[in-house]
């Protein structure tokens, strides 16, 4: 069985806007605004040019920040999962 794809979802349907240490997602379908915090921004912003494995996110992600990658899993799967269950992340 493949590894799961994430992606964000449809530019269409959320508003983003930085605000210092946070990041206001206005998710459109559900009227719901998310305020999130590191790493959820920069996962949200790795998926939208083409969906990414887990592996494929970490891999990314501890080349532009300093994460240790065997710890990166473990909490950006944590982070997928939640952003998946608020909608802003879909899983194929």
């Known amino acids: 069985m493949a590894e ?5 979802v449809a530019a269409d ?3 983003v806007e930085p605000l ?3 990041t206001a997602v206005f ?3 559900s009227g719901i605004t998310h305020l999130l915090s590191e ?4 996962i949200m ?3 939208v040019p083409a969906p990414l494995t887990l592996a ?3 891999q990314f992600l501890t080349q532009r920040f300093d994460l240790d990658a065997a710890d990166a899993a473990t909490t950006l799967q944590a ?4 952003l998946e269950a608020v909608g802003l992340v879909d899983r194929l």
């Open 4 to 8: 799961p794809r994430y992606r964000t």
């Open 13 to 15: 349907l959320i508003l």
């Open 20 to 22: 210092d240490i946070f």
């Open 27 to 29: 998710h459109r379908p």
């Open 39 to 42: 790493p959820a921004p920069q």
């Open 45 to 47: 912003e790795a998926l």
């Open 56 to 58: 494929a996110l970490v």
């Open 79 to 82: 982070r997928l999962d939640e």
